[in-house]
């Protein structure tokens, strides 16, 4: 136990009062402050403990945080006893909170005290108080008397009979009913309208009693709270909106302006502020406080407490399930086949309980189509559609709380038409199907449009090759008039639609026709480029007649730096679209090689067959590549044969370029044949298709056959073409460099700026040098890539030009000999390396050389797994079977190149391990292991083993065999007779992996525990007859199915009695057959009900309408289900039934038939007249018609019936079942868009008439409407959001019929992060989690048969931005300052960003604002005083918020000449301000609870400062360590904490200095 009282350490006999940051905190230290060595300090409190009220019998707990250093040392003690008994007062330390607790086992009332905390350092002590109160609970009896022995009663009778005690009848105290605390606090923070649900769910029913305690509960809270709040008018609880921020509120009046509010959560202080940056802060708009928490996550669930000092004053909680999910993965667009499952699934920052499914806003749940599932963690959730049709496509969505995901799914229809549940298709009529080409012709135009102007805008002005803006412009215009006179002879045409859009093209007079071949397609376009030639801007050469291949426009740009970027994504199909495809890719050192599938396709001559001439040819510059399934076309040199730049000549007279063909001139088609023939190196042929080089040398040759054989669309820029660049590794040429070289007219060479060595001297001799020979010297054919299977045999194969040549073979610069294992081969000029069982150490780099030309190649060796084949053979033919509920073991080795990936699938799901599914992996063999096996294991295993050489899958049947289940229910019984019963079920909807045998049936009278087994059926029975019963008798039968593994489950019936009276029940009304003045026939059909047994016959009875008596009309039952009634009187009306008869008697009758008259036939109405469509929409038809003519009364029409039929059916379908009295009718419940045909009949006694039908069908359509946008306040042209929000835009719109939307960004499509949905009459574009590059100019368009619209706007995603750079300061006028400053680093990404200069005077702390919406960097400030210090700042701002200011460190000054100044100093004569203490405030006479503490205060003034000495009763108080004094500037206090009795008294206070002494007196009285 520490000692209780602070003793001050020797030789400092005064006490030091300081004060604590906390509340209620006294501190004393022990030292001067000058004292305290640096780092140490005397203890104090961070949390101090608090009040408790505990009920009798618990736990109390006080808790408190302590700081100091050295580390102090705490003790506990209370004002009445000690704590000694450490059974029940526990002393400890939380390591985990950082906190020293003082805990009180099963409290009791005489635990109820003041509790003192003290912390103790060789500094000072801090000491802190905290009171507990114990809330009795029932009647507690009086202490029991101690025993007396019975030697003491004897010896003094008197004494005994003082002991008696007269008894009092014993009165039942009322006992206080116990409740739990979290009640009282729930109940506390609840709403009046919850608190019925509440003690409901406490199991409390006293509300009266529970109305009463609150209401206490309430008044002493706000007894409390009375300290420091007047009032409190309003309390809101926490809200989540839709940013994902909690807000809860309070509206109060405090006394004090500056007292302090503290926030703790789940009773952890919390640290908020007043930025809106932080996570929790606090905005104060006059009384009302609003504390706000963004980004939410689950851990801020919890219950939050506001204190205003350590008052509490309002709590509240934060439910985990108005926290807004996340979604780490969204749902994704999913595309199916008709008939096949859908799956779409998306995973949860955390859990939550109450996702909603929803397709087209309508709440899915689970059932036969749809399916829902979540992962045991809860996060993943997982819808599947089963059997999906064309009708389940569109948005499916997934909410949980306020945020939501959606994807698309896209239904594609079946391939097979008369596949089961797929629709025919709508045959359109010839005009509608040139309507959806010229739609086709519009959209192929635009974006051939914009992929020449893009080409254009990035044209450098005034360059003599290029294309100037009236070129294009021209060529755009020729284009589009033959484009579009195409698709107008096609509209003209609609009428005599051909067959094959291609005829069309066959048309001379018709360019660039869509539809027709691709060589039509790309003909319109080459006729009008042909005319132009040069370079445009971005470096693409066009040559007169040059033509356009097939896949599209090709081109070479003429300067390549590093590798080019892929000017579209995705290949242009063969269809006659214009897509332009520009996919070239130079390689730099450490580039990508070839792919594996582009080499493949390389063969001999460096295509797949001569006729291929479409495809481009796949080697180029350095490995130049082509991406997947991309195509490239070689552009020839010249077309015409001419060059416009001077070659240099040889001694011939004739170029090197036309020696290399061995031809003087060459035409187009001798280009272009020896490109199709074989790779063929061409000087200049990289600037497309201009010779602009000059002689090619030995060199340049080497080069480019170092480049795998040809070099093709070059990359450079020099004099030679851009096609003789070097190799990876080449030492004589740099690749940065080789982009960098020079075009010139003359004989000039590539030189390496970098390397100016002998190699290079060497090189520029050889191109000097004349040698025709080693000039002509190439490949035709170049090594290429090779990947060979392990333990196969390997043949790396080129081909030279010439068969005079021999070369040697090269493995990573070791030259190979038939020694090292391989064979070298030569055919002509065929030169092959075989390799024969290639194994890993063949792999590697293979070069071959021939004089000063080579080509290399690498060799790959894929090792993928394998296993063998007779186990994948025996897996693939015979399934695996195991019983219901043994164990199965499928162990598969394997071999391959390490480390193989393996994974176990079932039915395309990976195959997850648990308590019953174990999986082993090895390095050469896995096991799957599947214990008591059930019948959902039986499926497709697929085991699938990856490396990196290959995969390869393995696939295993399982089949769990089991017992059948039990047959479908219920058993319906079919007759219940006095000899048979006859019953029926479905069959088991498992039939346990084996074909069912029979089913067997049993029967056990009711009252009886045995069953009888009466009879089996075979399979493909289902119903079954008895006649082992006996009359009035109840039975149960049992039915089980039975295969090869044993009998099902029973299905047991309902109880059935044998001769059970059950009568029939009511038919339909009978129907009249015909009608005379002599008979009348009817017809009616059979009731649903039979009463289990056959119908013997019908009862038919007549009357007369408006009679209440029926008389019957046969005597004897009528077999059959018509009937002739020949007893009626002509003239009047008849109305019928009939009553069928079983076994039991007869059922009820039926309802009365429609009354007819006994009269002779009447002539039905004739057709309605004047019969129109009044009005449409999507659903709904409304028609109008007049009656028909007549010529008298009879023929007058009774009624109107409508019907329909659907525009591909051949069925009229009723729309009314009672006939229409009004002549207009609007049917309803049409698909949209549909054709229906229309007609109307009339009725009367003679029957219906003749139909009016429409003369043609109508469309479920509103009348057409040209689209266009509404005006909306909402709608704008600019929008700016702060990055990371969402982006969500709605546009309203009314077009009939609906027109199609398209979402643009920047005149492409939105990305794949958008989504865009179009529901009823708006469109909605959704992003969301912006990002910067979201910023554009998006536009929607509008598109329907009748017109269409754009509406354009622009988006601006931007944030807060970053602070400027460095600020510096300059003076270029006398008396200004330039100030100019480094950019914002955000200002290259937004546009809008502006700067404002503020600036301070050294004597102010108030920032003046200079200049503002600076659009530069740089600003001239003025009026600037001489001799004064100015401080400058910079701060970025844009439509979001303002950035942290970029300041200037050191002062800014301009300084003046200032002549000096002199001043004689003037003598003062020294006051003195001595003066003796004065009482400014005297002490107030206080009266105090008992256990409460008293402050006593008063004011003095004295010079110099007096010395104060407390007084009680003449006594001194300075060495009461239970009473505290201070005085700080005069104030003197006096602290006397938990006041008794003994502490009333007469209290003095004196105040003595050098001068004099200062008096001042009070009396304090303790009330008990």
């Given at each position: 136990?520490?000692?209780q009282?602070?003793?001050?350490p020797?030789?400092?006999?005064?006490?030091i009062k300081?004060k604590s940051?906390?509340?209620?905190v006294n501190?004393?230290?022990?030292?001067?402050?000058g004292?305290?060595?640096?780092g140490?300090?005397?203890p104090?409190?961070?949390?101090?403990?608090?009040p408790?009220t505990?009920?009798?019998?618990k736990n109390?707990?006080?808790?408190?945080?302590?700081?100091g250093?050295?580390?102090?040392e705490?003790t506990?003690?209370?004002?009445?006893g000690?704590l000694?008994?450490?059974?029940?007062?526990?002393?400890?330390y939380?390591?985990?909170?950082?906190?020293?607790?003082?805990q009180?086992q099963?409290?009791?009332?005489?635990?109820?005290?003041?509790?003192?905390?003290?912390a103790r350092?060789?500094?000072?002590?801090?000491?802190?108080?905290?009171?507990?109160i114990?809330i009795?609970?029932?009647?507690k009896?009086?202490?029991k008397?101690?025993?007396?022995?019975k030697?003491?009663?004897?010896?003094?009778?008197v004494?005994?009979?003082?002991?008696?005690?007269?008894?009092?009848?014993?009165?039942?105290p009322k006992?206080?009913?116990?409740?739990?605390?979290?009640?009282?606090?729930r109940?506390?923070?609840?709403?009046?309208?919850?608190?019925?649900?509440?003690?409901?769910e406490?199991?409390i029913?006293?509300?009266?009693?529970?109305l009463?305690?609150?209401?206490q509960?309430?008044?002493?809270?706000?007894?409390?709270?009375?300290?420091?709040?007047n009032?409190?008018?309003?309390?809101?609880?926490?809200?989540?909106?839709k940013?994902?921020?909690?807000?809860?509120?309070?509206?109060?009046e405090?006394?004090?302006?500056?007292?302090?509010?503290?926030?703790?959560?789940?009773?952890q202080?919390i640290?908020?502020?007043?930025?809106?940056?932080?996570?929790?802060?606090?905005r104060?708009i006059?009384?009302?406080?609003?504390?706000?928490?963004?980004?939410?996550?689950?851990?801020?669930a919890?219950t939050?407490?506001?204190?205003?000092e350590?008052?509490p004053?309002?709590?509240?909680?934060?439910?985990?399930?108005?926290i807004?999910?996340?979604?780490k993965?969204?749902?994704k667009?999913?595309c199916c086949q008709?008939?096949?499952?859908a799956?779409f699934?998306?995973?949860?920052?955390w859990?939550?309980?109450g996702?909603?499914?929803?397709?087209?806003?309508?709440k899915?749940?689970?059932?036969?189509?749809?399916?829902m599932?979540?992962s045991?963690?809860?996060?993943t959730?997982?819808?599947?559609?089963?059997?999906?049709?064309?009708?389940?496509?569109?948005?499916y969505?997934?909410?949980?709380g306020?945020?939501?995901?959606?994807?698309?799914l896209i239904?594609?229809?079946?391939?097979?038409?008369?596949?089961?549940?797929?629709?025919?298709?709508?045959?359109?009529?010839?005009?509608a199907e040139n309507?959806a080409?010229i739609?086709?012709d519009?959209?192929?135009?635009?974006?051939r449009?914009?992929?020449l102007?893009?080409s254009?805008r990035?044209a450098d002005?005034?360059d003599?090759?290029?294309?100037?803006?009236?070129?294009?412009?021209?060529?755009?215009?020729?284009?589009k008039k033959?484009y579009?006179?195409?698709?107008d002879k096609?509209?003209?045409?609609?009428g005599?639609v051909?067959?094959?859009a291609s005829e069309?093209c066959?048309?001379?007079?018709?360019?660039?026709?869509?539809g027709?071949?691709?060589?039509?397609?790309?003909?319109?376009?080459?006729?009008?480029?042909?005319?132009?030639?040069g370079?445009?801007?971005e470096?693409?050469?066009?040559?007169?007649n040059?033509?356009i291949?097939?896949?599209g426009?090709?081109?070479?740009?003429?300067?390549m730096?590093?590798?080019?970027?892929h000017l579209?994504d995705?290949?242009t199909?063969?269809?006659?679209?214009?897509?332009?495809?520009l996919?070239?890719?130079t390689?730099?050192?450490?580039?990508?090689?070839m792919?594996?599938?582009d080499?493949n396709?390389?063969?001999?001559n460096?295509?797949?067959?001569?006729?291929d001439?479409?495809?481009l040819?796949?080697?180029?510059?350095?490995g130049?590549?082509?991406?997947?399934?991309s195509?490239?076309?070689p552009?020839?040199a010249?077309?015409?044969?001419?060059?416009?730049?001077t070659d240099k000549?040889?001694g011939?007279?004739?170029?090197?370029?036309?020696?290399?063909?061995?031809?003087?001139?060459?035409?187009?088609?001798?280009?272009?044949?020896?490109?199709?023939?074989?790779?063929?190196?061409?000087?200049?042929?990289?600037?497309?298709?201009k010779?602009?080089g000059s002689?090619?040398?030995?060199?340049?040759?080497d080069?480019a056959h170092?480049?795998q054989?040809?070099?093709?669309?070059?990359?450079?820029s020099?004099?030679l073409g851009?096609?003789?660049?070097?190799?990876?590794g080449?030492?004589?040429?740099s690749?940065s460099?080789?982009?960098?070289?020079?075009?010139?007219g003359h004989?000039?060479?590539?030189i390496?700026e970098?390397?100016q060595?002998?190699k290079d001297k060497?090189?520029r001799?050889?191109?000097?040098?004349d040698?025709?020979?080693?000039?002509?010297?190439h490949?035709t054919?170049?090594?290429?890539?090779?990947?060979v299977?392990k333990?196969?045999?390997?043949?790396?194969?080129?081909?030279l030009?010439?068969?005079?040549?021999?070369?040697?073979?090269?493995?990573?610069?070791?030259?190979?000999?038939?020694?090292?294992?391989?064979?070298?081969?030569?055919?002509?000029?065929?030169?092959?390396?075989?390799i024969?069982?290639?194994?890993?150490?063949?792999?590697?780099?293979?070069?071959f050389e021939?004089?000063?030309?080579k080509?290399?190649a690498?060799?790959?060796?894929?090792?993928?797994?394998?296993?063998?084949e007779?186990l994948l053979?025996?897996?693939?033919e015979?399934?695996?079977?195991?019983?219901?509920?043994?164990?199965?073991?499928?162990?598969?080795?394997?071999?391959g190149?390490?480390?193989i990936?393996v994974?176990?699938n079932?039915?395309?799901?990976e195959?997850l391990?648990?308590?019953?599914?174990?999986?082993?992996?090895?390095d050469?063999?896995?096991?799957?292991?599947?214990?008591?096996?059930?019948?959902?294991d039986?499926g497709?295993l697929q085991?699938?083993?990856?490396?990196?050489?290959?995969t390869?899958d393995?696939?295993?049947t399982?089949?769990?065999?089991?017992?059948?289940?039990?047959?479908?229910?219920p058993?319906?019984?079919l007759?219940?007779?006095?000899?048979q019963?006859?019953?029926r079920w479905?069959?088991?909807?498992?039939?346990?992996?084996c074909?069912l045998?029979?089913?067997?049936?049993e029967r056990?009278?009711?009252?009886r525990?045995?069953?009888?087994?009466?009879?089996?059926?075979?399979k493909?029975?289902?119903?079954?007859s008895?006649?082992?019963?006996e009359?009035?008798?109840?039975?149960?039968?049992?039915?089980?199915?039975?295969?090869?593994e044993g009998a099902s489950d029973?299905l047991?019936?309902e109880e059935?009695?044998?001769?059970?009276?059950?009568?029939?029940?009511p038919?339909l009304?009978?129907k009249?057959?015909n009608?005379?003045?002599?008979?009348?026939t009817?017809?009616w059909?059979?009731p649903q009900?039979?009463g289990?047994?056959r119908?013997?016959?019908?009862?038919l009875?007549?009357r007369?309408?408006?009679?209440?008596?029926w008389?019957?009309?046969n005597?004897?039952?009528?077999?059959e289900?018509?009937?002739?009634?020949t007893?009626?009187?002509e003239?009047?009306q008849y109305e019928f039934?009939?009553t069928a008869?079983?076994?039991?008697?007869?059922?009820?009758?039926s309802?009365?038939s429609n009354?007819?008259?006994?009269?002779?036939?009447?002539?039905p109405?004739?057709?309605?007249?004047?019969?129109?469509?009044?009005e449409?929409?999507?659903?709904?038809i409304?028609?109008?018609?007049?009656?028909?003519?007549s010529s008298?009364?009879e023929?007058?029409?009774?009624?109107?019936?409508?019907?329909?039929r659907?525009?591909?059916?051949?069925?009229?379908?009723r729309?009314?079942?009672?006939?229409?009295r009004t002549?207009?009718y609007?049917v309803?419940?049409?698909?949209?868009?549909e054709?229906?045909?229309?007609?109307?009949?009339a009725?009367?006694e003679?029957?219906q008439?003749?139909?009016?039908?429409l003369d043609t069908?109508?469309?479920?359509?509103?009348p057409p409407?040209?689209p266009?946008?509404?005006?909306?306040?909402?709608?704008?042209?600019?929008?700016?959001?702060?990055?990371g929000?969402?982006?969500?835009?709605?546009?309203?719109?009314e077009?009939s019929?609906?027109?199609?939307?398209?979402?643009?960004?920047?005149?492409?499509?939105?990305?794949?992060?958008?989504t865009?949905?179009?529901?009823?009459r708006?469109?909605?574009?959704?992003?969301?989690?912006?990002?910067r590059s979201d910023?554009g100019?998006?536009?929607?368009?509008?598109?329907?048969?009748?017109?269409?619209?754009?509406?354009?706007?622009e988006?601006?995603?931007?944030?807060?931005p970053?602070?400027?750079?460095?600020?510096?300061l300059?003076?270029?006028v006398?008396?200004?300052?330039?100030?100019?400053?480094?950019?914002?680093p955000?200002?290259?990404?937004?546009?809008?960003?502006r700067?404002?200069v503020?600036k301070?005077?050294s004597?102010?702390?108030?920032?003046?604002?200079?200049?503002?919406?600076?659009?530069?960097?740089?600003?001239?400030?003025?009026?600037?005083i001489?001799?004064?210090q100015y401080?400058?700042?910079v701060?970025?701002?844009n439509?979001?918020?303002?950035?942290e200011p970029?300041?200037?460190?050191q002062?800014w000054c301009?300084?003046k000449?200032?002549?000096?100044f002199?001043m004689?100093?003037?003598?003062?004569?020294q006051l003195?301000?001595k003066?003796?203490?004065?009482?400014l405030?005297?002490?107030?006479?206080?009266?105090?609870?008992?256990g409460f503490?008293c402050?006593?205060?008063?004011a003095?003034?004295?010079e110099?400062?007096?010395?104060?000495?407390?007084?009680k009763?003449?006594?001194?108080?300075?060495?009461?360590?239970?009473?505290?004094?201070?005085?700080?500037?005069?104030?003197?206090?006096?602290?006397?904490?938990?006041?008794t009795?003994k502490?009333?008294?007469?209290?003095?206070?004196?105040?003595?200095?050098?001068?004099?002494?200062g008096v001042?007196?009070?009396?304090l009285?303790?009330?008990?």
């Open positions: 136990m520490f000692p009282k602070a003793v001050p020797q030789g400092n006999p005064q006490f300081k940051s906390v509340p209620g501190i004393t230290q022990f030292v001067p402050d004292e305290i060595p640096e140490c300090s005397t104090d409190f961070e949390r101090k403990p608090i408790l505990i009920q009798e019998g109390a707990i006080f808790k408190a945080a302590i700081k250093k050295p580390k102090p705490i506990w003690t209370r004002n009445k000690d000694s008994n450490t059974a029940r007062y526990k002393m400890g939380d390591r985990i909170m950082e906190e020293f607790t003082l009180i099963s409290v009791t009332p005489e635990d109820a005290d003041t509790y003192k905390c003290f350092n060789e500094y000072g002590e801090a000491v802190s108080v905290a009171g507990l114990v009795e609970v029932g009647f009896k009086k202490a008397q101690p025993k007396v022995q030697e003491e009663i004897c010896k003094d009778p004494d005994f009979r003082k002991m008696l005690k007269k008894r009092a009848p014993a009165q039942t006992q206080e009913k116990v409740v739990d605390e979290k009640f009282w606090e109940l506390m923070k609840a709403e009046k309208k919850d608190y019925e649900h509440i003690c409901r406490y199991g029913t006293d509300f009266r009693w529970i009463k305690k609150l209401q509960m309430k008044e002493d809270k706000e007894d409390k709270q009375s300290k420091y709040i009032a409190i008018h309003s309390l809101k609880h926490i809200q989540v909106n940013q994902g921020i909690a807000t809860f509120e309070i509206e109060m405090l006394k004090d302006p500056n007292s302090r509010i503290f926030l703790y959560k789940n009773g202080l640290n908020y502020g007043n930025d809106t940056y932080k996570k929790h802060y606090l104060q006059g009384k009302r406080y609003c504390f706000n928490i963004q980004n939410l996550l689950i851990d801020d919890g939050y407490q506001v204190n205003v350590d008052i004053i309002f709590s509240t909680e934060l439910d985990p399930l108005l807004p999910v996340t979604f993965s969204q749902l667009e999913v008709e008939r096949e499952n799956i699934e998306c995973t949860l920052s859990p939550y309980p996702t909603v499914w929803l397709y087209k806003k309508q899915l749940g689970p059932g036969d189509k749809y399916e599932s979540v045991p963690d809860g996060l959730h997982r819808l599947t559609v089963k059997d999906t049709r064309l009708i389940d496509k569109g948005i969505a997934i909410e949980a306020i945020s939501s995901s959606s994807a698309w239904v594609n229809a079946a391939a097979n038409d008369d596949a089961p549940g797929t629709r025919d298709k709508r045959k359109h009529t010839g005009g309507d080409d739609s086709q519009n959209d192929n135009y635009a974006k449009k914009r992929d102007m893009s254009r990035c002005v005034g003599q090759d290029g294309f100037n803006d009236f070129q294009v412009k021209d060529a755009l215009q020729g284009f033959n579009f006179d195409a698709s096609a509209y003209k045409d609609k005599t051909k067959k094959d069309v066959q048309d001379p007079t018709i360019q660039g026709r869509p027709g071949s691709s060589n039509d397609v790309k003909d319109g376009f080459n006729e009008q480029i042909s005319k132009l030639g370079m445009n801007r470096g693409f050469h066009f040559e007169p040059q033509q291949s097939q896949k426009l090709q081109a070479q740009p003429s300067d730096t590093g590798d080019l970027q579209s995705s290949p199909k063969d269809s006659g679209s214009f897509g332009a495809k996919d070239l890719k390689k730099t050192k450490g580039g990508p090689d792919s594996k599938d080499k396709r390389v063969g001999k460096g295509l797949e067959d001569n006729n001439t479409d495809r040819m796949k080697h180029g510059l350095d130049t590549t082509e991406k997947h399934k195509t490239y076309m552009e020839p010249n077309i015409d044969g001419k060059s416009k730049h000549e040889d011939n007279g004739g170029t090197v370029f036309q020696k290399m063909h061995g031809k003087d001139e060459l035409d187009g088609n001798d280009v272009k044949n020896s490109f199709l023939d074989g790779p063929e190196v061409f000087p200049g042929q990289a600037n497309g298709g010779y602009t002689t090619s040398s030995a060199h340049t040759q080069k170092e480049n054989g040809m070099v093709l669309n070059g990359t450079g020099d004099s851009s096609g003789y660049g070097a190799t990876e080449d030492e004589g040429y690749n460099k080789r982009q960098q070289g020079r075009r010139s004989n000039s060479t590539l390496n970098e390397n060595g002998n060497k090189i001799r050889r191109l000097d040098k040698d025709p020979t080693v000039s002509a010297s490949f054919s170049g090594l290429s890539d090779l990947h299977q333990g196969h045999n390997a043949e790396l194969r080129c081909e030009n010439t068969e005079s040549m021999e070369g040697t073979w090269f493995k990573d610069g070791k030259k190979l000999t038939p020694t090292d294992g391989v064979i070298i081969g030569k055919e002509g000029a065929v030169h092959t390396l075989i024969t069982n290639a194994s890993d150490k063949d792999a590697g780099q293979y070069r021939a004089g000063s030309i080509t290399h690498s060799l790959f060796i894929k090792d993928p797994p394998q296993v063998e007779g053979q025996q897996l693939a015979k399934p695996l079977v195991v019983k219901a509920g043994q164990n199965t073991t499928i162990k598969v080795p394997f071999a190149r390490r480390p990936k994974t176990w079932k039915d395309g799901d195959l391990e648990d308590n019953r599914i174990r999986v082993e992996k090895a050469n063999f896995t096991r799957l292991s599947i214990s008591s096996c059930q019948r959902k039986s497709n085991l699938k083993l990856k490396n990196d050489s290959g390869t393995v696939d295993v399982l089949l769990v065999i089991d017992k059948p289940q039990p047959p479908q229910g058993v319906e019984v007759e219940s007779s006095a000899k019963i006859t019953i479905k069959p088991p909807k498992d039939d346990g992996g074909p045998q029979q089913y067997t049936i056990q009278q009711v009252g525990n045995t069953w009888i087994k009466v009879g089996e059926v075979d493909n029975t289902t119903i079954f008895t006649n082992k019963v009359h009035g008798k109840k039975y149960c039968f049992k039915v089980r199915a039975v295969n090869s029973g047991i019936s059935v009695m044998a001769g059970t009276k059950a009568y029939p029940g038919p009304p009978p009249i057959v009608a005379s003045s002599k008979a009348i009817l017809s059909s059979a009900n039979t289990g047994s119908i013997l016959g019908y009862f009875e007549k007369k309408k408006g009679s209440l008596t008389t019957s009309v005597e004897q039952p009528i077999p289900r018509k009937w002739t009634v007893d009626v009187v003239g009047l039934r009939v008869l079983n076994t039991s008697g007869s059922g009820e009758p309802n009365p009354a007819v008259f006994a009269r002779e036939p009447v002539d109405p004739g057709p309605v007249q004047d019969l129109r469509v009044t449409s929409s999507y659903s709904t409304s028609l109008s018609w007049l009656p028909p003519l008298s009364d023929h007058t029409a009774k009624g109107y019936y409508v019907e329909v659907a525009g591909n059916s051949h069925l009229w379908n729309c009314n079942n009672s006939p229409l002549t207009s609007t309803k419940g049409l698909k949209a868009k054709p229906y045909f229309l007609r109307v009949l009725i009367n003679g029957g008439g003749q139909p009016k039908e069908y109508v469309l479920a359509m509103p409407v040209r266009q946008f509404q005006a909306d306040a909402n709608l704008k042209r600019f929008i700016t959001v702060q990055a929000n969402i982006i969500r835009v709605r546009i309203p719109f077009g019929p609906t027109p199609e939307v398209l979402w643009l960004k920047d005149g492409l499509p939105v990305s794949q992060r958008a865009t949905t179009t529901v009823d708006f469109s909605q574009m959704l992003i969301p989690i912006s990002q910023s100019l998006y536009s929607i368009t509008l598109k329907n048969n009748f017109g269409q619209e754009t509406f354009c706007f988006i601006q995603v931007t944030d807060i970053r602070a400027p750079g460095p600020v510096c300059e003076e270029n006398p008396g200004t300052v330039t100030v100019s400053w480094e950019p914002s955000d200002e290259k990404w937004d546009n809008r960003l700067y404002m503020q301070r005077d004597s102010q702390m108030t920032w003046q604002l200079v200049s503002d919406n600076i659009f530069n960097n740089k600003c001239t400030i003025i009026n600037i001489p001799g004064r401080y400058f700042r701060l970025a701002k439509d979001i918020g303002i950035s970029s300041s200037t460190l002062p301009i300084f000449n200032k002549e000096k002199t004689r100093p003037f003598q003062y004569r003195d301000y003066q003796a203490p004065r009482i405030a005297i002490l107030k006479p206080h009266i105090v609870p008992n503490n402050y006593m205060t008063c003095v003034h004295g110099p400062q007096p010395k104060i000495t407390w007084y009763n003449g006594q001194e108080l300075s060495q009461n360590t239970n009473i505290w004094s201070s005085n700080i500037r005069g104030v003197c206090s006096l602290v006397i904490p938990c006041a009795g502490d009333s008294g007469d209290y003095t206070m004196i105040a003595k200095n050098s001068v004099g002494k001042t007196e009070s009396c009285m303790v009330r008990e």
